[in-house]
């Protein structure tokens, strides 16, 4: 069986779509690593670029994606809704196929050292390849930002896994290992981004909502947004978080008016999703057409 890790960069950058696509090429350059998508948004000020691969081709690939993005952002010039510690903000591997999370932890402590050691760029390991319990979460990693680090890198809490205590204008990088999540984005019939805020504390886990969803509200195109992160759709649902959205906005007089994601998704999560809205109880992977006919391939 090939191994397959996957990994879901984001990098503070939505706005220069040139210097984007350069840190996009410098990882497609990368032997036996495909790019299989990413994208730009300019409100939150950032990109997403999700590529796969052999484990020791991803480790080369993840570092130039990185050393690119250290070159050219400069997170003193940098504004956006979304919160951000670096220019390379936060980097997970992912185990796909034939790999184990633990595999994805070596992954992280290898590219972590290399940017650490290569580009003076102090490292943060989280989730799986967290050092300290206190660092597992990368909200936690992340809170005060890039201002906020700049004041307090040389608390011996905040001292660095790699790298400098030295703050470059790129910031820091944030690098783990971690299951597959998703990032899903609803936009409100509003601009007033207090609903957003309070939709978000109503789902997210950490003040009394969902447990494994993450959440913040923004204002984004002009309309309020309740930007989610689904750390375990196997145990929370995505349509459970969709109708609680749906629920809270009902209370303040407005409606979902779109959704996106960010990055990918697995088709079973749609499926998931669609057979719940169509109260389909009786819903098998099996009667699903292209599923049945993989019969044929296996022939």
């Not at 703050?167 to 820091?172: I, N, T, W």
């Not at 944030?174 to 609803?186: C, D, H, K, P």
């Not at 981004?193 to 950490?206: E, G, L, T, W």
Request: glycine share 6%; hydrophobic share 40%.
């Amino acid at each position: 069986m090939r191994q397959i890790v996957e990994c879901v960069a984001n990098f503070s950058e939505g706005r220069r779509l040139d210097v984007v696509q350069k840190i996009v090429d410098a990882i497609h350059a990368v032997d036996q690593v495909k790019v299989l998508a990413y994208e730009s948004d300019a409100d939150h000020h950032r990109s997403v670029v999700t590529f796969a691969g052999e484990p020791s081709a991803m480790v080369d690939a993840a570092f130039a994606g990185i050393q690119v993005a250290c070159q050219l952002i400069n997170l003193d010039e940098h504004q956006g809704q979304h919160p951000r510690l670096g220019a390379a903000d936060v980097v997970p591997f992912i185990p796909i196929q034939g790999v184990i999370m633990d595999d994805c932890v070596q992954i992280a402590h290898e590219v972590g050292r290399r940017v650490g050691d290569e580009l003076s760029v102090p490292v943060y390991l989280y989730e799986h390849a967290a050092t300290t319990p206190e660092r597992r979460n990368l909200a936690d990693v992340r809170r005060g930002g890039y201002e906020g680090l700049k004041q307090t890198i040389l608390r011996p809490e905040r001292k660095p896994d790699y790298g400098p205590t030295i703050l470059p204008e790129a910031g820091a990088c944030i690098i783990g290992a971690r299951n597959a999540l998703i990032a899903y984005n609803v936009y409100l019939t509003t601009d007033n981004v207090d609903i957003a805020k309070k939709i978000a504390h109503a789902v997210r886990y950490s003040s009394g909502g969902l447990r494994n969803v993450k959440a913040l509200g923004l204002l984004v195109k002009g309309k309020a947004q309740v930007s989610t992160t689904l750390t375990d759709y196997t145990q929370t649902p995505l349509y459970r978080l969709i109708e609680i959205v749906r629920r809270e906005a009902a209370r303040y007089g407005v409606t979902i008016e779109s959704s996106e994601l960010i990055g990918l998704i697995p088709q079973d999560v749609l499926l998931e999703t669609a057979a719940w809205y169509l109260q389909m109880d009786n819903y098998q992977p099996e009667k699903v057409l292209e599923n049945r006919l993989q019969i044929l391939d296996d022939d």
